[in-house]
C-alpha cells in the first residue's frame, strides 16, 4: 500500500510548551532539510543530506553530509560527509572526514592502544607521562619521549640513560631470540643507500661525514665531506686509509709517511709518544712501547717472551738477568736451535775492536762443536767429545796441534806465574811442563796444585816436592829433601802409603807390600825398608811386618838384619851381633839379647817338705841383667832341713853376689835378710851375710810369705 509525503519547513513536537521525543517504528525517515532537535532523535535508520542536530541522537545507522550533536549514540554504522559533535561513542566510524573539536584518548597498552588501526593491538597508546608510543602485534615499537627524542624497541618508558645530549633517534633491541640479528634499521637504494650526516651553518649546509652502502655490498665511510676514510668489504675485510683491504684489518696511509696504531689509557696520556704504537713509516716498522712497561708475548694463555722496561729480553722468563735471557721451563735440556742449510751453522761475536763481522764465530761443524778466528782452525770439540785446538781431527781426548817445531799450551799472568806445556819433535817428543814468573823463562815458578781452591801439593822453584805444605823446610836436613810430606787428610801426623796393586783376600804369607829403597843414581841398594805379608790375609785380617835390611860391605844386595813381627816383637835376625850403645864398637858390648817372662818360685832345702798358697815369678832378662819379682807364700811345712834357697829363672854367672842392694822392696815375715847368689839358686841369709840359714825350720812356719825385686847377672 502506497503512502503519501509530508513536507513541511519544520516539525516540533512539543508537550505542554516543552520539546518531547518522538519516536516513529516501522518507518524510515527521509528528511532532506536540516533536522534539529532539542531532545532526542531515534531511528533505526536517520538518513540526512543536510544537518542533523540536537542533543542525543541514536540509531543503528546515520548516513550525513554533516551531523552535530551533543552526544552521538550508534550500535551500528554512521557514515557522512562531516560528522561533529561534543562526544560520540561508536562501534564503526565511516565516512570521509571524522573532526573531534576536543576530548582526550585513554592511554592505553601496547596489546590494548587507545587508538587502534586495523586490529585491537596495533596503534597509538601512552607508555607514560608526555610520551607517545605505536605498537604491532601487542609489542610497543617506537617511542616518542616528553623532550621529543625517538627510539625503537624499548619496552615500557624512554631510558634517557641511552641517548647523549645531542642524540634525538635511538634504536634498540631488548631481546634476541636464535638466530635473530640485533637491531636493523633499512635504508634502501637503487644502487646503494646511505647517511648522510650534514653541517649547518649560517650559509647552508655542508656535507660533514656520511655511511654508505654501494653497489658491491661494501659499507664505506667518510668525512672531511665526501672522502672516503674506512671501508667494511663485502667479505668482511676491514680498510682504514684503504679501498682494497686485502687482510681482515688493513690499515694504509695513502700519502705515504708514518702509519699505525696508538693504543693507550688515560693513565699514560693521548699524544703519538704514550703508550704503544704498531705502524710503519716509508722505511722503518715500529712496535714501540712509550711506557716503563714490560712488552708481554705469549700464547696459549701463557707468558713466552718478555722485553722489560730498561731492554733486557727473557724467553721462558719473566725476570731476565742480561739483554739476552733463554730459560727453558720444562725438563727439555736444549733451550733453543741455530740452524743454517749450509754445511756449518754459526753464531758471529764482535765488539767495538772487531774488524770484520764473522771473524769470531762459533757453532756447529756437522756434529761437532767449532770455535773458529779468523780463517784458522780455532778450537773443535767433536761427536765422541775431543777437543781440538789447531786440528779438526782430534786424536786424543785433548789435542793441540802447531804447524811449528814445537807446541806451546800457555797460562800467563803479567807479573805471576806462568804455566807452559811444550812438545817438541826435535827432541824425540817429549813434553816439558814448564812453570815460571811471568815472561821470563829463566826464573823457576812454584807449580801448584789447588783442589777447590785448598793447595794439595806443590813443586817449589828449588825443585822440592812439597805434599800438605805451602812453605819449604829451611832448617836441618829438612832444607836438602827433595820431598817434603806434611800432616794427612783431617790431621797434623804425616801418613805415606805404599800399597801393593791386590786386594787382601788374594794375599798371601811372605807377599811383598811396599819397598823404601835407598840406592844409588842407577838404583842399587845399600839398604830398605820393607812391609810383607806375616801371614795369608783377609777381610779384617791383615797380618804384617817390618823387614830392615843392608848391604854388607863387598856384597852387591841387602840382607835381613831385623824385623818386627806381627805379634809385635822385635827380632834381630840370625847372626846378628847385636845392639851396642854410646859409639861402643866392641862386640862383647853389644846388647844381644832381651826376654821376658814368669818362672815358680819354690824353697830349696835339703829335706822335708813345703806345700804353697801363693807362687808368683817373673822375669826380664836384657843382655846379661836379669830383674826379678816374686811372692811366696806357704801353707804347709814339714821338718825342713839345710840351707834357706829359692830356686832362678836363670843360672847366675858370680857365686856369692849380694843381691839385697839391687832393690829395696824385700817384704819377708821370715824377718831381715841378705840375699846373695849359689850355684843356681837364690840363697837367704839372716841379718848379714856370714849367717846362712841352716836351719830353716826357724823361719819357715805355716803362713809365713816373702816377696822381693832384685837383679842379678848371667
Request: proline letters at 2%.
Amino acid at each position: 500500500m502506497a503512502y503519501g509525503s509530508i513536507k513541511v519547513d519544520n516539525i516540533v513536537f512539543t508537550n505542554g510548551g516543552v520539546d518531547q521525543t518522538v519516536t516513529v517504528s516501522g518507518i524510515v525517515q527521509s528528511i532532506s532539510g536540516d533536522i534539529t532537535a532539542t531532545g532526542t532523535i531515534q531511528g533505526a535508520t536517520i538518513i540526512g543530506t543536510s544537518t542533523v542536530s540536537g542533543a542525543t541522537v541514536t540509531g543503528d545507522a546515520g548516513q550525513f553530509i554533516t551531523a552535530t550533536a551533543a552526544t552521538g549514540v550508534f550500535t551500528s554504522t554512521l557514515s557522512g560527509a562531516t560528522i561533529t559533535g561534543n562526544t560520540a561513542s561508536f562501534t564503526t566510524i565511516t565516512g570521509g572526514t571524522v573532526t573531534l573539536t576536543s576530548g582526550v584518548f585513554a592511554s592505553g597498552t601496547a596489546a590494548a592502544p587507545s587508538v587502534s588501526v586495523g586490529t585491537t593491538d596495533n596503534g597509538l597508546y601512552s607508555p607514560g607521562t608526555d610520551q607517545v608510543a605505536i605498537s604491532t602485534n601487542g609489542t610497543g615499537r617506537l617511542f616518542v619521549d616528553a623532550d621529543g627524542r625517538v627510539v625503537s624497541e624499548i619496552a615500557g618508558i624512554v631510558d634517557q640513560d641511552r641517548f647523549s645530549t645531542s642524540n634525538r633517534i635511538a634504536y634498540f633491541r631488548t631481546s634476541l631470540n636464535a638466530g635473530n640479528q640485533f637491531g636493523q634499521i633499512a635504508i634502501k637504494g637503487f644502487h646503494g643507500a646511505g647517511i648522510n650526516f650534514l653541517r649547518g651553518g649560517t650559509g647552508g649546509e655542508t656535507n660533514s661525514a656520511g655511511i654508505f652502502s654501494d653497489a658491491s655490498d661494501n659499507l664505506r665511510f667518510t668525512s672531511g665531506g665526501a672522502t672516503e676514510r674506512l671501508r667494511i668489504t663485502s667479505d668482511g675485510k676491514l680498510g682504514l686509509g684503504t679501498s682494497s683491504p686485502v687482510t681482515t684489518l688493513h690499515l694504509q696511509k695513502p700519502t705515504g709517511g708514518l702509519a699505525g696504531v696508538q693504543i693507550s689509557t688515560s693513565v699514560h696520556g693521548s699524544t703519538l709518544t704514550d703508550g704503544l704504537f704498531v705502524g710503519i713509516d716509508n722505511s722503518i716498522a715500529y712496535l714501540y712501547n712509550y711506557e716503563n712497561l714490560p712488552l708481554i708475548f705469549g700464547t696459549n694463555s701463557t707468558e713466552r717472551l718478555r722485553l722489560t722496561s730498561d731492554g733486557k729480553l727473557g724467553l721462558g722468563t719473566s725476570s731476565p738477568s742480561n739483554k739476552f735471557h733463554v730459560k727453558e721451563t720444562n725438563t727439555n735440556s736444549v733451550v733453543g736451535v741455530v740452524e743454517s742449510s749450509s754445511t756449518a751453522s754459526y753464531l758471529s761475536f764482535q765488539d767495538s775492536a772487531t774488524t770484520s763481522a764473522g771473524n769470531v764465530r762459533c757453532g756447529a761443524l756437522g756434529d761437532d762443536f767449532f770455535i773458529r778466528v779468523l780463517t784458522g782452525d780455532g778450537l773443535l770439540v767433536d761427536s765422541s767429545g775431543r777437543v781440538g785446538i789447531g786440528t779438526t781431527s782430534p786424536q786424543t781426548l785433548f789435542h793441540v796441534k802447531s804447524t811449528a817445531t814445537q807446541t806451546n799450551i800457555g797460562l800467563f799472568e803479567t807479573g805471576g806465574g806462568t804455566l807452559v806445556v811444550r812438545t817438541q819433535s826435535a827432541n824425540s817428543g817429549e813434553v816439558v811442563l814448564n812453570a815460571y814468573q811471568g815472561s821470563s823463562t829463566t826464573t823457576a815458578a812454584p807449580f801448584v796444585i789447588q783442589q777447590a781452591g785448598n793447595e794439595r801439593a806443590r813443586i817449589d822453584s828449588s825443585g822440592r816436592l812439597l805434599v800438605g805444605t805451602a812453605s819449604s823446610p829451611s832448617a836441618g836436613d829438612g832444607q836438602y829433601a827433595r820431598l817434603a810430606v806434611q800432616g794427612s787428610i783431617g790431621g797434623d801426623t804425616c801418613y805415606v802409603s805404599f800399597a801393593r796393586n791386590a786386594a787382601a783376600a788374594s794375599i798371601t804369607a811372605d807377599q811383598g807390600l811396599g819397598i823404601l829403597a835407598f840406592t844409588d843414581n842407577t838404583g842399587n841398594t845399600f839398604g830398605s825398608i820393607s812391609c810383607l805379608a806375616d801371614a795369608a790375609a783377609g777381610a779384617g785380617d791383615y797380618p804384617g811386618r817390618l823387614v830392615f835390611s843392608t848391604t854388607a860391605d863387598s856384597a852387591s844386595s841387602p840382607t835381613e838384619r831385623m824385623r818386627i813381627t806381627s805379634d809385635a816383637y822385635v827380632r834381630l835376625a840370625s847372626g846378628t851381633g847385636g845392639i851396642q850403645f854410646n859409639g861402643d864398637t866392641a862386640a862383647a858390648n853389644a846388647l844381644d839379647d832381651y826376654e821376658e817372662g814368669t818362672w815358680t818360685p819354690v824353697y830349696a832345702i835339703a829335706s822335708g817338705s813345703v806345700t804353697y798358697t801363693q807362687q808368683q815369678g817373673r822375669y826380664t832378662k836384657v843382655g846379661r841383667l836379669v830383674t826379678i819379682s816374686a811372692r811366696i807364700v806357704i801353707n804347709t811345712v814339714s821338718s825342713p832341713t839345710g840351707t834357706l834357697e829359692l830356686n832362678l829363672p836363670f843360672t847366675p854367672a858370680v857365686v856369692g853376689e849380694q843381691c839385697v842392694a839391687a832393690t829395696s822392696a824385700f817384704v819377708s815375715t821370715l824377718g831381715t835378710m841378705i840375699v846373695s847368689t849359689a850355684t843356681t839358686n837364690l840363697r837367704l841369709y839372716g841379718i848379714d851375710a856370714s849367717n846362712a840359714i841352716t836351719n830353716p825350720g826357724d823361719k819357715l812356719a805355716n803362713g809365713c810369705s816373702l816377696g822381693f825385686v832384685l837383679s842379678y847377672t848371667t
